[in-house]
DNA sequence: TCTGGTCAAGGTGGT
DNA sequence: ACCACCTTGACCAGA
């Protein structure tokens, strides 16, 4: 692809001038985005956060929801046509658990915003929006019942969009788990963080209980392949994906039906690299008629 | 046109 | 105490 709909600028540059060109430019580049991966099988994408520069910050006053309502609407047909599924994945400022109001009402508001562009779009309640658990503050236990209760504080339009990811550093999938057990929010399983923080439990052995967070409106159960970068820190995603970990990674997720993103640097390169492999699983195949239909 | 410093936001771990 | 890093790196001033 030759557009990226993630382009920004800089605070001091903020105008509704520059913010409307931007947007507009996003979006377009979206809806090519969407084209191309419709053009060879993609039919997961996520949507990056810059999509609306400044969102959710206090110097944003106008009104992109109501001006660029017909462009989202636009995209959101084109998915739903296509029966592709998009996500979104605010970034590490966004911490519903914080002992900090203030980072809580901040989170709520850059929910808020990231959710809004996917009702915009008129997609359905599986297109999520998905974070960390946040966290841990000196207290695991607090910061997860923190969790819990800052959940039930949150808007219904939040929470029906809303699933948590297990990290590689605070929150094995575990944890995650019993917070589905509290919230319902369903759990999305990231791989690569499971190989790095877990309680001793295999991908296989997590499979039934990852499963079992979603429900049927929820859409399939995602999930998250990267590997590791060879030669570097532990936690590192690689640039590009390993064919033969990938491959290992359908074979034990077999009996499932899972969305899958990768979280790789050189992105439709390796999902090109990963389509090439999927082909040969029954579930693509699957998946395919389905569309063709 | 190219390059290097810098960018809204929070938390963690390594030094 | 300070810094790099985080799923993804892009903007912008100055040369």
């Given at each position: ?29 979206l809806l090519r985005i969407l084209q191309y991966n419709r053009d060879h099988d993609l039919l997961f994408f996520r949507i990056g956060s810059q999509l ?239 569309t063709a239909s």
């Amino acid at each position: 692809m030759d557009c990226r709909a993630t382009h920004t600028f800089r605070l001091k540059s903020y105008s509704i001038e520059r913010l409307q060109e931007t947007v507009r430019q996003n979006l377009d580049c979206l809806l090519r985005i969407l084209q191309y991966n419709r053009d060879h099988d993609l039919l997961f994408f996520r949507i990056g956060s810059q999509l609306v520069p400044f969102a959710s910050h206090p110097v944003n006053q106008f009104d992109w929801q109501e001006y660029f309502a017909p462009r989202f609407q636009a995209i959101g047909r084109f998915a739903m046509e296509h029966e592709m599924r998009l996500s979104m994945h605010p970034d590490q400022f966004i911490l519903i658990n914080s002992p900090d109001e203030g980072v809580f009402e901040r989170s709520v508001a850059e929910l808020r915003y990231h959710v809004q562009v996917l009702d915009l779009m008129g997609l359905p309640p599986s297109a999520k929006v998905m974070i960390h658990v946040g966290g841990v503050y000196e207290d695991r236990q607090a910061s997860l019942q923190r969790f819990i209760t800052r959940y039930s504080l949150l808007e219904p339009a939040i929470r029906k969009r809303l699933a948590i990811e297990n990290d590689d550093v605070s929150y094995p999938f575990a944890d995650c788990l019993t917070l589905h057990q509290a919230t319902g929010v369903p759990v999305v399983f990231d791989c690569f963080h499971h190989s790095i923080l877990n309680q001793g439990e295999s991908v296989a052995e997590v499979m039934p209980s990852f499963v079992a967070t979603w429900e049927a409106q929820d859409g399939p159960p995602l999930s998250h392949y990267s590997s590791q970068q060879p030669d570097e820190r532990t936690g590192k995603h690689a640039d590009t994906i390993d064919l033969v970990d990938f491959e290992r990674f359908l074979q034990v997720t077999k009996p499932y039906d899972l969305d899958i993103m990768l979280e790789v640097k050189d992105k439709e390169a390796s999902a090109l690299r990963a389509i090439s492999v999927a082909r040969n699983d029954e579930r693509f195949v699957a998946s395919r008629v389905a569309t063709a239909s």
